[in-house]
């Protein structure tokens, strides 16, 4: 599958919306912000570090369509490695970071309720 996208930066935003997940997350993960995605700073380049956030958090998406263009964004189902996908797990975790946030506040209401008793 050949794309018109001219640059990396379009291919990654193409890829968040590929995935169904919200530029904010999808670009905290990666550990960049939607500002380096808009205006003049679309066409700079793509740091390397992002680059391997994106391929390890989305080990489906091929490497030769990221850097290039050329190809196939993701891989077919025959050539993943039955696994389950990072960003499965991160999700997972900031669901219960926020979780347990709550139940700490909800016990520190609590104790405070009893001490006043």
């Known amino acids: ?4 996208f ?24 990666i550990g960049m912000t939607y500002g380096s995605f808009k ?3 679309k066409e ?7 680059i391997v956030n994106i391929l390890t958090l989305f080990p489906d998406v091929r490497a ?3 850097l ?3 190809g196939a964004p993701t891989k077919k189902e025959s050539e993943l490695v039955k696994n389950p996908q990072p960003l ?18 909800e016990i520190t209401e609590l104790k405070a309720r009893l001490g006043d008793q």
């Open 44 to 50: 700079r380049p793509l740091n390397s570090d992002a």
């Open 39 to 41: 205006g003049s700073a």
């Open 1 to 4: 599958m050949e794309n018109n």
């Open 6 to 29: 001219s640059n990396i930066k379009e291919r990654v935003l193409y890829l968040s919306e590929l995935k169904n997940i919200t530029k904010e997350f999808f670009f905290s993960k």
């Open 68 to 70: 290039t263009g050329k």
């Open 88 to 105: 499965d797990f991160l999700q997972r975790f900031e669901e219960l970071v926020g979780e347990n946030a709550l139940l700490k506040k």
């Open 64 to 66: 030769e369509w990221l």
